[in-house]
């Protein structure tokens, strides 16, 4: 099946610097997400852009979106050892009340944040 | 904590046997999703339910099926277990009509021998 992609697939920083991964996807979106994963455990919402929307925060995140180049990026600010996981970005191509959810996710980017 | 919980969390079966996986979904919440997640990889979308019917299916052959019970509660069946299917399996569930935003329980991780 298709999948966005990431980049990079990994990155590796020291503590208080800012972390920005990129995702690209290949169909017109309702929506985009981004999630965290830790350890191959479940994955955890961190926040969701629109496709009307071009930039979001939340809290040390920040999502932009550009629709033209189907693209995004998160930026975590500050960052912490404690960030360290893998995050994917994950597109929601349908609009409509019950299409919702079903998500094509990217590749992943693996972050380590060193103390 | 999402408060979606999956079962078994792990599972050894060998090729050619059947497989269920089952999940409770957040309450309140009527859609359920599973999504099938290889070593070192992205979640693929296997399907969804919602009010206890299919709502939409990605890529996965008809030996993948699932059900949805009036609690919202959800199974996934695999049959003909192949090796390729050894992966963590991940539910997750949503509330519909509404964005699209999923609440991951901590997933299955099964092993095919």
């Known amino acids: 099946s298709q999948q966005g992609e990431e980049d990079p697939q990994a990155l590796s920083i020291q503590e208080g610097e800012n972390a920005t991964m990129n995702c690209s996807y290949k169909?017109?979106?309702?929506?985009l997400q981004w999630y965290r994963q830790n350890s191959g455990r479940g994955l955890v919402h961190l926040i969701l852009?629109?496709?009307?929307?071009r930039e979001k925060h939340s809290g040390r995140l920040r999502v932009t979106l550009d629709t033209s180049k189907k693209s995004s990026s998160l930026l975590i600010t500050a960052s912490r050892a404690a960030d360290t996981a893998s995050y994917f970005c994950?597109?929601?191509?349908?609009?409509?009340?019950?299409?919702?959810?079903?998500?094509?996710f990217g590749q992943g980017t693996i972050l380590t944040v060193h103390p | 904590e999402t408060g979606v919980t999956q079962s078994p969390t792990h599972l050894i079966k060998t090729r050619g046997q059947q497989v269920t996986l089952r999940c409770s979904s957040q309450?309140?919440?009527?859609?359920v999703s599973w999504y099938q997640q290889a070593l070192g990889q992205g979640p693929q979308f296997i399907f969804q339910?919602?009010?206890?019917?299919?709502?939409g299916r990605g890529n996965f052959p008809p030996r993948f099926s699932g059900l949805q019970f009036p609690n919202y509660s959800s199974e996934l069946n695999v049959n003909a277990l192949e090796l390729d299917d050894s992966a963590l399996y991940l539910c997750?569930?949503?509330?519909?009509?509404?964005?699209?935003?999923?609440?991951f329980g901590e997933g299955s991780r099964l092993t095919v021998l």
């Open positions: 997750a569930s949503s509330l519909l009509p509404n964005t699209g935003e999923l609440f």
């Open positions: 169909t017109s979106i309702n929506n």
């Open positions: 852009i629109r496709s009307n929307e």
């Open positions: 994950a597109s929601d191509p349908n609009a409509g009340g019950t299409s919702y959810g079903k998500l094509t």
């Open positions: 309450s309140g919440h009527n859609t």
């Open positions: 339910y919602y009010r206890e019917e299919e709502n």
